[in-house]
């Protein structure tokens, strides 16, 4: 569930490790164990990472503890450890249990990671917006070519979404445009 909301977040973008087999077959690993400081840095320098997020679930009796853990994708250093107490009969609760908790926590994963890289790895893209304009004379095709700064192609595509909205005079008046297509190009 957390890998899910995390990997629906704008701002990360997470690569699941049942998705590089081959990755896992050239450093010749069977089964991933994360307990192993060199093996995880192995993986996560193939993969070319950022950081790694773990997370774990341990009970003992009543009371349940979900943790998790921001590590550099290069060193394994812990960034930061996070810690949440639920009861056996809180845990699963969709408003206050985990499920509840799920945005909160990957909300904290985000901000604990811009924390640490304040924006690094800023990019420059060209998004060029084609989008029609409703005229009394029917539908005008258009474009515009804007250069956004963002940390991924999706990224781009959102502040470049809410750059053409405001060029074009804001909410209000967007009604009368449609974006038809955008491409997006890393300039940098």
Request: glycine share 8%; proline share 3%; net charge negative.
């Amino acid at each position: 569930m957390l890998t899910d909301v995390l990997a629906n977040n704008s701002g990360v973008t997470v690569l699941r490790l049942d998705r590089f087999p081959r990755t896992l077959e050239r450093l010749e690993i069977e089964e991933v164990d994360w307990t192993n400081r060199t093996q995880a840095m192995q993986i996560g320098a193939a993969l070319n990472v950022d950081y790694i997020v773990g997370a774990t679930i341990t009970q003992l009796g009543n009371s349940i503890t979900f943790s998790f853990t921001i590590s550099d994708g290069r060193t394994l250093n812990t960034i930061t450890p996070v810690q949440r107490q639920y009861t056996t009969e809180t845990v699963w609760d969709n408003s206050s249990g985990i499920p509840g908790a799920l945005s909160g926590i990957t909300g904290d994963i985000v901000s604990q990671i811009s924390g640490q890289i304040a924006g690094v790895r800023l990019h420059r893209f060209e998004a060029r917006i084609h989008f029609n304009q409703r005229t009394p004379m029917g539908l005008q095709p258009e474009y515009m070519v804007l250069t956004v700064e963002a940390s991924s192609r999706s990224d781009a595509e959102t502040q470049a979404r809410t750059e053409w909205r405001r060029q074009l005079g804001g909410e209000p008046h967007v009604s009368r445009y449609s974006i038809v297509s955008m491409d997006i190009r890393q300039l940098d």
